[in-house]
Structures are given as C-alpha cells and as structure tokens.
C-alpha cells in the first residue's frame, strides 16, 4: 500500500496516501492512484490523482469521488482542471451545515484556469439520503460563505459579470455584488438582502462627473450631425468610450442589482443632455436587453 497518514478531526477521519498501489480509479482508460480518503459517517470522500497534461504544467489535476455505502453517487474532475479542492467555512471545517436544517453538506470547488475563468461549487447534501444541493457557476469571478443576517444560516456571495466586455474591456469591468440563499429547494438571489437604499449625495456627483465628460466630448465634436450620420447604424456608441464607459453602467448596475431600477433609468435621462434625448432612450433598450444576460438578476429588481 505504502506509506499512509492519519488524521482524525471531529467525526471525519482523514487518511492520506503518499504510494497507494492497490487503491486506484479506472478513468478514462487510465488507473489513477488515490491520494487521499475522507470518511465521514457512511461517506468517504475520495481524492484521485490524475496526470499532468505536460511536464511544465501547473496544473495538478486530480478526479475526486462520493461513495455512499462503497457505491460511487458523484464524480468530478477532468485531466485539466487546474485545481479541485474542498470548500471550508471560516473554522477550517469542510463538512457542516449549510443551511442549518441538520444534515452536513460538502462543497467541492471547481476552478479550470485561465486568464480569469471558470470556478464551480458542487454543493453536496450528505444525510440519510445523498442529494445533489446545487451546481454553481461563479463564470469570471469566484465564491464566498457568509452569514449575511445572523440567522446561523450561510449565504453565498459572489458577483455577475453579464457585462463583461459590454462596449468596454474585461479590465473596466467591476460587477455587482449578489447574494444567493437557499430558497425553495435551490439558490437564487435573496433580494430582501441585496435591496437596499441609494447613497444620494454620492449618486448626484458621479451624475454630475458623467453630465461633465459627456459635454466635454460633444464640445470637441465640431460636426456633430455629420458623426452621428456616419454612425446610425452604431445607435448612441459615437459617444463611446470617450462619454459613456463602464463607469456609467457601473453605476446603474449597481442600483439595479439593489432594488432601485427605475432610479437607474432616471439617472440616464438625467445624464443625457437635451439634445441627445433620443439616444438615451436607445442606451437603455440596449442596457436592458443586456441586464437579461445576467444569471443572478434578482427576479423583480
């Protein structure tokens, strides 16, 4: 077998495996050796290594099982993965309870690598019967347990990056914040806790900094009517990057992901000025139809 550690923490009985031989997973044609074994209640939690894609990789790819009972009941992991790790709460802990409803849960996190992609949470209730709780994409961005409002419940804070690359680089991007809770058998966004009131004072100067930078441009454009012309089929982005950027749809993200949409669309017309009033209608259908792309748009926001 070769040399084997054990760790004991609380109920879980973790055993490590620097050469297992006669422990392996057959994997797409390949027999992977087990690394590491988590045994909790009639669980086990088994940790498979896979090889590297190539020799400078750095990647450590890895193939991870759920046994119930000896019977596999989950498996996740691929031969590219860049990492394949247990999600813990703030104590460490990588088994506990949710949603506090009594029965532990595993969270496994999925991350692919890349420029800035992909991590996934495989969200696993391990009671009297196994259940898949829930898959979650995280797209660019990653994931975080909080109590949010001290109900010894654990919500997940992550952020939507529907508009990344929206008429603006990746690196401009700054996505709102969302708060997913563990409603009616999944996790959407809890908009109870994500509503919340306008900082008003602040609003009304960054409106007046967006009124600013949109005149300053149109008086450096000495022809006005001649580029919008030549960019009618491009609808209002002649004015785009240099007056509308992300720093504007930043803004009304961030009031829409918090419950005050229709102040959102007020401060558009506010930083249109007059004679630009037909293209503010056009900025928000377009503004719109790209909120849809959103996974976690609160439902009513």
């Known amino acids: 077998m070769g040399k084997i550690s054990f760790i004991f923490i609380s109920n879980l009985l973790i055993i490590s495996y620097l050469s297992a031989k006669n422990d392996s997973l057959d994997y797409q044609g390949q027999k992977l050796p087990l690394v590491k074994k988590i045994v909790y209640q009639d669980y086990e939690i088994l940790t498979y290594q896979a090889p590297k894609p190539a020799e400078n990789s750095l990647t450590m790819p890895k193939v991870l099982s759920v046994k119930f009972y000896e019977r596999e009941v989950y498996q996740v992991g691929v031969a590219s993965n860049y990492w394949l790790k247990l999600e813990t709460r703030p104590d460490s802990s990588f088994i506990f309870d949710l949603n506090n409803d009594g ?26 019967e196994f259940k898949i709780m829930a898959k979650l994409n995280a797209q660019d961005g990653d994931f975080k347990l909080q109590d949010v409002n001290n109900d010894r419940i654990f919500e997940i804070i992550t952020a939507d990056f529907g508009f990344a690359y929206w008429n603006a680089s990746f690196s401009e991007c700054s996505p709102p914040s969302v708060v997913l809770a563990y409603q009616n058998g999944q996790y959407q966004p809890a908009t109870a806790l994500m509503q919340k009131k306008p900082n008003q004072r602040k609003l009304r100067a960054e409106t007046n900094e967006i009124r600013k930078k949109i005149n300053l441009v149109l008086t450096q454009m000495t022809d006005l009517e001649a580029i919008k012309q030549a960019s009618a089929g491009e609808r209002w982005s002649f004015l785009s990057p240099q007056a509308l950027d992300y720093d504007l749809w930043q803004i009304l993200l961030e009031l829409t992901f918090s419950g005050n949409r229709a102040r959102a669309r007020q401060l558009v017309r506010e930083v249109f000025p007059e004679r630009l009033q037909p293209y503010q209608d056009l900025f928000w259908a377009d503004f719109e139809a790209q909120l849809q792309k959103c996974t976690y748009l609160p439902s009513g926001f």
């Open 103 to 128: 029965v532990e849960e595993l969270i496994i996190e999925e991350y692919s690598g890349g420029a800035h992609c992909c991590t996934q949470w495989h969200i696993l209730s391990l009671g009297d």
